[in-house]
């Protein structure tokens, strides 16, 4: 394998880095936006209410998609 060493000044460095945290940040905001989005559809599965998501879903689908969940 060839690698080469790109050549950036210290700012274009700092630039990268904060891009590349950035995407981090946006990337867990998402992940944390569905952790909350799967909890609340599994407290309305558990309490028999009906959701968007789950309005067409046979009853063991709905178990199931519970047991995903909490895993």
Do not use: C, H, W
Request: charged share 40%; hydrophobic share 30%.
């Amino acid at each position: 394998m060839n690698f080469q060493m790109r050549k950036e000044t210290p700012s274009q460095g700092m630039y990268g880095a904060l891009e590349g945290r950035e995407s981090l940040m946006k990337d867990q905001l998402a992940l944390e936006k569905k952790i909350k989005s799967d909890q609340n559809e599994v407290n309305k599965l558990t309490e028999g209410k009906k959701t968007m998501k789950s309005i067409f879903k046979s009853k063991s689908k709905k178990e199931d998609s519970v047991v995903k969940i909490n895993e």
